[in-house]
């Protein structure tokens, strides 16, 4: 248990890297004596809220037609599946769940969305007398305010649901729930208007302005014009903080980036209905987000697990994909100057390599202390994959797949290379320098060194070679002498790892086969699905986590001399 003492220094560690606006608003909250409904003379405009509501209605469900039939259809039998999870639901609007973050999904109203689809495309009663019972039952409870359903980000989310079933189901809904739901986006827009969260910053901050543009588009009042003007601004700010010139979203998490990038296409197709676009800088953002996505796929088409990326993340690549078409598939190599992040794409070969400490430096809530490490596909197939997220707040997993011995690098004394704490925390930060790169074709060089907090004289240097289909990393110690220092290598479930001799290891999977070699003082192991301590396993998914194998490098005692591991397709 951490004394208040160890308390105190790791907030001190985390704060000192806040933004100033982040620091009062922190201040702000803790003198909140709570925010009520806030009320507004402002209404539903009919003639922009009809133009709004056919844009929207244009745009296929977030995370695809099939997936947003199955989730409806899972509602309709009284099963709630997201998260990873299938839970039994029986009209309770204040079930607490089994986590923070799943009470949060359910009042998203997601799946009434996908229901709302659903009902409009089959035409079929039973699917909208469910869907009008479950948004009365929702304002029976909820209408007086209160955590979570009144928190800034399940209102934002809430707020484009709700006008996504006006635009499919609201000719259908009965007069009387059609009002309820254009008089709650009103309010919505008040509550959200107060709420932005500014002492969270990074993604929520995004989806809070994301959502105060659409829905204060379909309002008029005394106080819609100029609202709807600050939403845009604010919006357009913000995404301009979030996504520098590289066109990745600074959070590094491809997850996230994908829902901004899907959050800032809709906030176009809004502006269009009042025959307005957002301003140029802002539309090549939204370029580069488009063009950067590509190359934050795997040769399969699912995305890097990069930092708190999973699997399951409800947003249909295909439409984003569909914006950076004109410029081709990914080939050859790319490198994120301002994520500092490096994809090397050669038919199924795909590699993929982290420069970066934990970001960004205000927000690094969903950073993983993984520096150095990478991720690798052979023939089309993930290979060497890192550890993944499968879950935040109250996940028993969080703090080993968040740590270094859950990513493909170094560890020096079994400690990860950030200060991670609670669930999204970071005190200290490993300090990642001296990147280098050099590309031609066939030959690709990728050299860099990481500071780890706790040893701040100890560094390690990391060098990739790519000759080929061939991949050596080289790794050096220095400052660690006498110390443990280990290395992982964590391999996709999907594939089987045996021994081949001493220092020498094949992978087989039904469609390849690769070979490792180690050269170096190392003691080689591979381990699967152990607890004590926790190795050979990784999150597939959220709430989804199965061994797989890893192998390990070991030196309880480290002479400063370099560990070479080589990774090739075998015949």
């Known amino acids: 248990m951490t004394s208040p003492l160890a308390r105190a220094g790791l907030l001190v560690r985390t704060a000192r890297h806040l933004k100033p606006r982040q620091l009062v608003h922190q201040i702000l909250r803790l003198i909140d004596l709570g925010s009520p409904i806030a009320k507004t003379t402002d209404r539903w405009s009919p003639a922009q809220g009809a133009r709004e509501l056919a844009a929207l209605a244009a745009l296929a469900p977030v995370p695809g037609p099939t997936h947003a039939e199955a989730t409806a259809r899972a509602w309709l039998e009284d099963r709630i599946e997201v998260l990873g999870l299938s839970v039994n639901w029986a009209d309770d609007w204040r079930m607490?769940?089994?986590?923070?973050?799943?009470?949060?999904?359910?009042?998203?109203?997601?799946?009434?969305?996908?229901?709302?689809?659903?009902a409009a495309r089959t035409g079929d009663p039973a699917m909208l007398t469910r869907l009008t019972r479950d948004l009365r039952g929702w304002n029976d409870d909820w209408a007086g305010g209160g955590t979570p359903a009144w928190d800034a980000y399940p209102i934002s989310v809430r707020l484009v649901n709700w006008l996504r079933i006006l635009a499919w189901a609201g000719p259908l809904?009965?007069?009387?729930?059609?009002?309820r739901l254009e008089?709650?986006?009103?309010?919505?827009?008040?509550?959200?208007?107060w709420r932005l969260e500014w002492h969270i910053d990074g993604n929520h901050l995004l989806r809070n302005t994301w959502a105060l543009v659409l829905g204060s588009a379909v309002l008029e009042g005394p106080e819609t014009a100029a609202l709807h003007e600050e939403a845009v601004a604010l919006f357009e700010r913000i995404l301009a903080e979030q996504v520098p010139e590289d066109g990745c979203h600074v959070e590094r998490t491809p997850m996230y980036h994908a829902r901004a990038l899907r959050d800032a296409i809709e906030v176009e197709a809004c502006?269009?209905?009042r025959r307005r676009k957002l301003g140029a800088p802002s539309v090549a953002t939204i370029d580069r987000m488009a063009a950067a996505l590509p190359w934050l796929q795997r040769a399969d088409g699912t995305l890097w697990m990069l930092n708190d990326t999973a699997q399951d993340h409800d947003v249909d690549l295909a439409p984003l994909l569909a914006r950076a078409a004109s410029a081709g598939p990914p080939h050859g190599v790319r490198y994120f100057a301002d994520a500092r992040l490096l994809v090397e794409v050669a038919g199924g070969d795909r590699l993929r390599v982290d420069l970066g400490a934990p970001a960004p430096a205000h927000q690094p809530g969903h950073a993983h202390a993984g520096a150095l490490g990478f991720e690798l596909d052979v023939a089309g197939i993930p290979c060497i994959v890192d550890g993944g997220c499968s879950g935040y707040d109250g996940d028993p997993w969080r703090p080993y797949l968040r740590g270094t011995a859950a990513h493909n690098t170094v560890a020096i004394d079994g400690k990860d290379q950030s200060e991670l704490w609670a669930t999204f925390r970071v005190a200290a930060r490993a300090a990642v320098g001296d990147i280098t790169w050099t590309s031609k074709p066939g030959d690709l060089t990728v050299s860099a060194e990481c500071h780890p907090y706790h040893t701040r004289g100890a560094a390690h240097h990391r060098e990739f070679r790519r000759l080929g289909r061939t991949l050596t990393i080289t790794d050096t110690v220095q400052g660690a002498a006498g110390r443990l220092v280990e290395s992982f290598l964590h391999i996709d479930p999907s594939w089987e790892a045996v021994p081949a001799g001493e220092r020498a290891f094949v992978l087989r999977h039904s469609g390849a086969r690769v070979r490792i070699t180690v050269d170096g003082p190392a003691e080689c192991s591979l381990h699967r699905g152990e607890h004590d301590p926790r190795i050979g396993w990784r999150a597939r998914g959220f709430n989804?986590?199965?061994p797989s194998w890893t192998l390990r490098l070991r030196d309880r005692s480290y002479v400063e001399r370099p560990w070479r591991v080589t990774i090739a397709p075998a015949d």
């Open 96 to 118: 607490a769940g089994p986590s923070p973050l799943w009470r949060y999904h359910l009042h998203y109203h997601d799946q009434l969305a996908d229901l709302a689809w659903l």
């Open 173 to 179: 809904l009965e007069p009387s729930d059609r009002e």
């Open 183 to 193: 008089r709650g986006i009103a309010t919505h827009v008040a509550c959200l208007h």
């Open 271 to 273: 502006l269009r209905t």
């Open 544 to 546: 989804d986590v199965v």
